[in-house]
């Protein structure tokens, strides 16, 4: 594995985060927005009419009133994590929601199964192998873990909606990881956090430039990945104690990074049984 490489040491940038953001981690007492949340927005809600017709400029202000609803329901949810999320937010978070009803279907990381552990027919992990791929990782800290993950959401966000060198959307895959660090005990969690995107497929050879120059795009190298799922909250307790049931149940945890982990978000946090992985990654 290597260790100059986003993944393992946050590479991404300097970290001082210019906008605010409202995907990652929540805390135990708010919910927190993600793509899933804007489903319910169809895009003939938020479409463009484009010939001035007085029935027509009607309809485009109910799709800037719905616009602002959105971007309302963002700010709101942000303001439970201390998240400023600004109005500048309005435009990706429209861009996502009417690209997320089927045109743009979310793509998943590929890998290759290797093996399991189970237990009394419990799945204890999972071994799998991710082939070198390219990622956009943005590397944060903030005051708090929390707002560390969503302040660099925000940052992936805009480069997957427009700020990019092909100025269009480019499509949203998962999981979004989390590159978390530890202290040696497993015992405390760090505030710098790397949020890492996968390139979609059509994007790989040719990986579109970011805008944001703290973005980076890494190419992670083939790697062996252990993992376990968990459903529920990701804030700095659940995390931390993820790693140490992971670490309790593998048969050799020393082959794997001793303080760099991933948390792999699948499904709304919101959510009240979203899927999460937390992943060691073997040492090459």
Request: glycine share 8%; aromatic share 8%.
């Amino acid at each position: 594995m290597d260790h100059g490489n986003c993944r393992l040491n946050g590479g991404g940038g300097g970290g001082e985060s210019q906008a605010g953001g409202s995907r990652g981690s929540e805390s135990s007492s708010y919910g927190m927005i993600t793509l899933e949340d804007l489903e319910s927005f169809s895009e003939d809600q938020l479409s463009d009419s484009g010939n001035g017709s007085l029935e027509e400029e009607g309809e485009m202000m109910e799709d800037e009133d719905q616009n602002d609803q959105l971007l309302n329901y963002w700010q709101t949810v942000g303001r439970g994590h201390r998240v400023d999320v600004p109005r500048d937010m309005a435009e990706p978070i429209q861009q996502i929601t009417s690209n997320n009803n089927g045109s743009h279907p979310r793509e998943t990381v590929p890998y290759t199964f290797i093996s399991c552990k189970e237990k009394c027919g419990i799945v204890l992990y999972e071994k799998r192998h991710y082939e070198k791929a390219n990622w956009a990782c943005i590397t944060v800290k903030e005051d708090t873990y929390e707002q560390s993950i969503c302040y660099g959401f925000m940052r992936i966000m805009r480069y997957i909606c427009q700020q990019n060198s092909l100025g269009r959307y480019l499509g949203m895959t998962i999981p979004i990881v989390t590159v978390v660090h530890t202290d040696e005990t497993h015992a405390t969690l760090s505030q710098t956090v790397t949020i890492a995107y996968y390139l979609p497929a059509d994007h790989q050879a040719q990986p579109p430039q970011p805008h944001d120059t703290e973005i980076v795009i890494e190419q992670w190298p083939a790697t062996i990945v252990y993992t376990r799922p968990f459903t529920g909250a990701t804030n700095e307790t659940t995390i931390i104690s993820e790693i140490n049931a992971l670490a309790e149940v593998l048969d050799s945890p020393g082959i794997c990074d001793s303080d760099s982990f991933i948390v792999a978000g699948y499904t709304n946090p919101a959510a009240a049984n979203r899927q999460n992985e937390i992943w060691f990654l073997e040492r090459p």
